[in-house]
């Protein structure tokens, strides 16, 4: 059974930093495609980050630069370093396996003065 756990969210001033954790099992994380997907109040979800087993990296545009995905293979854990944060990176921030029809929980990010 494919299963995500995200944690890592709190509450940061702008201008902060936050590391987010995903404990993925069920299927062969070393050998899948990783993602970090957001969604805002009132937004869809939208994709934030992609790491291929290779290590290529991928950002949506907004966020290169500030955001680092990251991936520790042997524990099957996936990584998104925050920094810089903008009251606009508001969302709960999900992780997959790319293409994958199941999703977590989801770990709560607020942004606020």
């Known amino acids: 059974q494919v299963q995500y756990v995200e944690s890592g969210g709190g509450l940061v001033q702008p201008g902060g930093f936050l590391r987010l954790s995903c404990a993925a099992s069920g299927f062969s994380f070393g050998e899948a495609i990783m993602t970090w997907h957001r969604q805002s109040p009132g937004e869809a979800r939208e994709w934030v980050a992609t790491m291929f087993p290779g290590g290529a990296t991928f950002y949506t545009d907004s966020l290169k630069g500030r955001f680092t995905i990251s991936r520790d293979d042997a524990n099957g854990t996936l990584y998104l370093q925050m920094n810089r944060l903008k009251p606009e990176a508001t969302a709960v921030y999900y992780c997959?396996?790319?293409?994958?029809?199941?999703w977590g929980q989801g770990t709560q990010v607020t942004v606020s003065p």
């Open positions: 997959q396996e790319a293409g994958s029809p199941t």
